[in-house]
DNA sequence: ATCCTCGGTGGCCACAACGT
DNA sequence: ACGTTGTGGCCACCGAGGAT
């Protein structure tokens, strides 16, 4: 849409004179001389074509034209007033960062995220995807954990998968994780099928450093014990992802 | 009636921003 | 670099109203 209106600076002494009813006065408000006010008066009744002031010996009166438009003038002055503040606001408001693994962010957060914008609609949220690891110090819980980064002026929450406590950082435990076993011995070419879990002895055991993160060390170990086969099978045996 | 003060007007100029 | 435009200051002037 465009616009069709005079210099806006001439609209604001406007504004300021009709108040006073002054045009001095409104030079001291706005910080310049009474004859800029005049100008700029002079110059918004050529443009409008319609006088705005009566010259009445000392001081000035609004005509009916003038008298009309100056409330929805003011109006429009709020509106802009109101507009700035707006963006001085949004300037100062805070981002928050997340970051998370991917499949946190696709299966947890995600899902989430609708919500928490509509509660709180002021605050933009940016999601980072990574699968960085953190080393767990003392170990006492499976978790996925949140780490508030208090060491920083960054507005952020990190979501990593570890547990225990992180000098320099909060950390809460969102929910613990299920380990189970992915077999599938078909794949390999002359391996006994896989019928009880000592039967693992005899196949390739994969690990996955995430998960074994989570698991407080080595995911298989831990697996193998509860399954009552520790001694049979050695759990630390196998490529590393 | 005269003088003074106040407030608005108009001409002129300087300056900055912008387009050519 | 030059011209145009917008903005605003300076200054002289004018008219109205109040004081004497």
């Given at each position: 849409?465009?616009?069709?209106?005079?210099?806006?600076?001439?609209l604001?002494v406007?504004?300021?004179?009709?108040?006073?009813?002054?045009?001095?006065?409104?030079?001291?408000?706005?910080?310049?001389?009474?004859?800029?006010?005049?100008h700029?008066i002079?110059?918004?009744?050529?443009?409008?074509?319609?006088?705005?002031?009566?010259?009445?010996?000392?001081?000035?009166?609004?005509?009916?034209?003038?008298?009309?438009?100056?409330?929805?003038?003011?109006?429009?002055?709020?509106?802009l007033?109101?507009a700035?503040e707006?963006?001085?606001?949004?300037?100062?408001?805070?981002?928050?960062?997340?970051?998370?693994?991917?499949?946190f962010?696709?299966?947890?957060l995600?899902?989430?995220?609708?919500?928490?914008?509509?509660?709180?609609?002021?605050?933009?949220?940016?999601?980072?995807?990574?699968?960085?690891m953190?080393?767990?110090?003392?170990?006492?819980s499976?978790?996925?954990m949140?780490?508030?980064?208090?060491?920083?002026?960054a507005?952020?929450?990190?979501?990593?998968?570890?547990?225990?406590?992180y000098?320099?950082?909060?950390?809460?435990?969102?929910?613990?994780?299920a380990?189970?076993?992915?077999?599938?011995p078909?794949?390999?070419k002359?391996?006994?099928?896989?019928?009880?879990?000592?039967?693992?002895?005899?196949?390739?055991?994969?690990?996955?450093?995430?998960?074994?993160?989570?698991?407080?060390?080595?995911?298989?170990?831990?697996?193998?014990?509860?399954?009552g086969?520790?001694?049979?099978?050695?759990?630390?045996?196998?490529?590393?992802?």
């Amino acid at each position: 849409m465009i616009y069709r209106l005079p210099p806006l600076n001439a609209l604001r002494v406007f504004e300021a004179a009709a108040r006073h009813l002054s045009f001095k006065e409104a030079a001291n408000e706005l910080s310049i001389t009474q004859a800029a006010v005049s100008h700029q008066i002079k110059s918004l009744e050529d443009y409008l074509g319609v006088q705005l002031f009566k010259r009445a010996g000392r001081g000035v009166q609004l005509t009916e034209a003038a008298r009309a438009a100056l409330p929805r003038l003011r109006d429009g002055f709020d509106a802009l007033a109101a507009a700035v503040e707006t963006i001085h606001v949004r300037a100062d408001e805070t981002d928050l960062e997340i970051t998370a693994p991917p499949v946190f962010t696709a299966r947890w957060l995600m899902p989430r995220l609708a919500d928490f914008s509509r509660r709180e609609p002021k605050i933009d949220v940016r999601v980072v995807s990574s699968s960085k690891m953190v080393d767990a110090g003392a170990l006492d819980s499976t978790a996925l954990m949140v780490n508030h980064d208090l060491r920083s002026d960054a507005s952020g929450v990190e979501i990593h998968l570890g547990a225990g406590d992180y000098p320099g950082y909060r950390a809460d435990r969102l929910f613990g994780v299920a380990t189970v076993v992915v077999a599938s011995p078909q794949l390999v070419k002359g391996t006994p099928p896989l019928g009880e879990p000592a039967d693992l002895a005899r196949h390739t055991l994969l690990h996955d450093d995430a998960m074994d993160l989570v698991a407080h060390g080595h995911a298989w170990p831990k697996w193998l014990e509860v399954a009552g086969v520790a001694d049979k099978v050695d759990g630390t045996r196998g490529p590393r992802f």
